[in-house]
């Protein structure tokens, strides 16, 4: 498995930004980011294949939130803008294989088996 470290959650007001860094102990073929906030599962909002950076957003954070990967492909990033209260969880950083054979899916939650400690975000009104 590979280890994954998370850092730079904290609070903001609405409006405001954070960006999260997760660093990799390797590489992987897809890297996200899963969000969890109280009383529900935890859900993958953006992912990315780490070889082109090809990047998928759930509709929530489209447009909002920006996925990256330094050159290495071992250090994640997610630059989160115009942050809503909703926003407020616990932040996952996560490493995979992909889901399915010959190209893998990088956007399915199956696709993942690597987990950070998660780094919580909060966002008030």
């Known amino acids: 498995d590979v280890q994954l470290v998370e850092s730079g959650g904290g609070s903001a007001q609405a409006g405001g930004s954070l960006r999260l860094s997760c660093e990799a102990s390797?590489?992987?073929?897809?890297m996200a980011w899963f969000r969890q906030v109280p009383g529900k599962e935890r859900e993958v909002i953006a992912t990315?294949?780490?070889?082109?950076?090809?990047?998928i957003y759930v509709d929530s954070v489209r447009g909002r939130f920006t996925i990256s990967r330094d050159n290495a492909g071992k250090t994640l990033y997610l630059q989160m803008d115009s942050l809503q209260p909703e926003d407020t969880g616990m932040y996952y950083c996560?490493?995979?294989?992909?889901?399915?054979?010959?190209?893998?899916?990088?956007?399915?939650?199956?696709?993942?088996?690597?987990w950070g400690q998660g780094t919580q975000v909060t966002v008030s009104s």
């Open positions: 996560a490493a995979g294989p992909g889901h399915g054979g010959y190209t893998p899916d990088c956007h399915s939650a199956l696709g993942y088996n690597s």
């Open positions: 390797r590489q992987s073929y897809c």
């Open positions: 990315i294949r780490v070889i082109d950076g090809y990047a």
